[in-house]
Structures are given as C-alpha cells and as structure tokens.
C-alpha cells in the first residue's frame, strides 16, 4: 500500500514539474511574441507620418500624372500627331510617369531607392548599347512622325540622292517608291538627319531648259518665238512671267536659257510637252539648233611646182 502511494506521488511530483515546465516556456514564448508586437506597434506609430505622406503624395501624383496625360492628349490631337505614334508616345510617357511616382513612394516610405535607380540605369545603359542602332532610326521616326516634314503620298528627295513617293512610314523605315517603280526602304534616322526636298509640299514648281541656236540667227526673234509658245499653254503660270536669256556664248551655239512656271499637278506634263513645242516652233521659224561641231584648217608649208 505504501509503495503504491509512492508511486503515485512520484508521477504526480513529475507531472507537476513537466507542467510548470511547460507553462515556463509558454511564458518565455508570449514574452517574446509581446516584445515583437510591441516593437511593431512602435515602429508602425513612428512610421505613421511617413505612410500619411507617402499616401498623399500618391494621391497627388495620380492627379498630376492624369493632368500631364490630357494635356499630352491635346497637344497630340492640335498637332494632329500620327494615331500609332500617339498611343505609343503617350504609353511611354505614362510608363515614366508611373515608375518616378513609385519611386518617390518608396522613398518617403523610408526605404533606399540608390540600389534600384542603379540597376535601372545599368539595364537602360545595356538596352541602348545593345539598340544603338535601331534606336536612332526609332527616334528618327518619331520625329519624322511628330513634326512631319512629309507625309504619306509626298514626293521626296534626301540628300543622299534617293528620292520617291512615300508609301509608308514605319517607326524604324520609311518607304518610297522612286519614277523607276523600285520599292526602297530609307532608315529613319538618317532620313531624319539630312536635307529632304519635299516636292508634294509646293504650290507652283519651275522647269528650266538651255536651247542652244546658231550664231547667224537672231537672238529676239528666237526669244520672242518661243515666249509665244510659252504664253499660249494654259498649263504655264503668267505670274511670274516665263522668261528666255542669255546664258552662254558656246563654241558652236549661243545658248539660251528657257524658265517658266506650272502648278506641281501641271510640272511634269507640260515640261513634257513643251520641249517638243519649242523645238517645232524654232525650225517653223528657221531658226537653227546646232550640234557640236569643230572647224579644221590644213596649211601646208609646200610651194606649188612653177
């Protein structure tokens, strides 16, 4: 009997020591989960002003992140900018916009932002090295596209001598088809940085011969011949005034120079025509078109015989 109470105070002595062993530990855990709480609670209160400010300048920032676009918007709309570069100019802009505005959240959240402003600019260093060309031809074209010095459909000449009608423009190519019917691809960036000669843009274009006649004819008469035909054509301007001079005494020609004005629909056709008109005027009026001749003289030192 005795040695069953032993037992028994035994397992309750180890039950009781085991219990306040556990309680000790379930103490020293909630300590610590307190001490945790409490220095999140802390911090949570001192960081208060930096979350307010941080939440109105994200506030703000949405507000003037939406000004800036609508006013982008108008301005692309006045200047009537191409629709797909529009939309993505205005993405771009956007995308800029929105990524300095989290930025600037971060940072008055506390956080450092040198690190990511770092990697960012080692990838864009990265990309642009990488891009280097496609990136010029991509700025090219959207200044081409923004400012326009020709569009769709213009007759253009850059100082590369290529020259065409344009049929697309691409962010990267622009394509022209040249007189010959041949399809050319220019790169935007260096059609961007030459002098492009945009013939679709004028009103009124100027033709020019050179019409070389005889030194025996008469130079008035000449003039006044083909002045005629140009006054007769309706397709010639009358303001300015198609105009013949004097350019050259030539070995074998006085040339005159022919000028005369036609609207840009007119050019072709009655620079064309009147070449062929002026030259039946001037053999109606016998007057003659030398070619290129030289005179020779042989002199002989020999006597005749006597």
Not at 21 to 31: E, M, P, Q, T
Not at 102 to 116: D, K, M, P, S, Y
Not at 170 to 186: A, C, E, H, P, R
Not at 264 to 269: A, E, G, I, S, V
Request: hydrophobic fraction near 45%.
């Amino acid at each position: 009997m005795k040695e069953d109470t032993l037992k028994v105070t035994e397992k309750e002595l180890l039950n009781a020591v085991n219990t306040e062993a556990v309680k000790g530990n379930l103490v020293n855990k909630f300590d610590k989960y307190s001490d945790y709480l409490e220095l999140l609670i802390v911090k949570f209160v001192d960081a208060i002003p930096s979350i307010i400010g941080a939440i109105l300048g994200l506030i703000i920032g949405l507000f003037i992140i939406r000004t800036i676009l609508k006013i982008v918007r108008n301005r692309f709309e006045k200047r009537n900018v191409d629709m797909s570069l529009r939309g993505f100019l205005i993405s771009v802009i956007q995308f800029i916009l929105y990524a300095v505005l989290i930025l600037v959240v971060i940072q008055n959240l506390g956080f450092e932002t040198t690190a990511i402003l770092g990697a960012l600019s080692g990838l864009v260093l990265a990309v642009g090295l990488a891009l280097q060309g496609s990136l010029s031809n991509f700025a090219g074209g959207v200044l081409i596209l923004l400012f326009r010095p020709f569009e769709v459909g213009d007759y253009i000449e850059n100082s590369a001598g290529t020259d065409g009608t344009v049929d697309k423009i691409d962010l990267l190519y622009t394509s022209l088809t040249t007189t010959q019917g041949i399809k050319v691809f220019s790169p935007n960036g260096a059609l961007a940085n030459s002098v492009i000669r945009n013939f679709s843009k004028i009103t009124n274009r100027r033709f020019e011969y050179v019409v070389g006649i005889g030194y025996e004819d008469n130079i008035k008469t000449a003039q006044t011949v083909i002045l005629n035909v140009l006054n007769s054509d309706a397709r010639i301007i009358k303001e300015p005034a198609p105009e013949v001079f004097v350019t050259d005494l030539a070995d074998s020609s006085v040339n005159l120079t022919i000028r005369a004005w036609a609207s840009k629909d007119n050019y072709w056709p009655a620079r064309n025509s009147l070449q062929q008109e002026i030259k039946v005027a001037l053999d109606n009026a016998g007057i003659n078109i030398p070619y290129p001749q030289q005179e020779m003289r042989i002199i002989s030192d020999t006597k005749p015989n006597s």
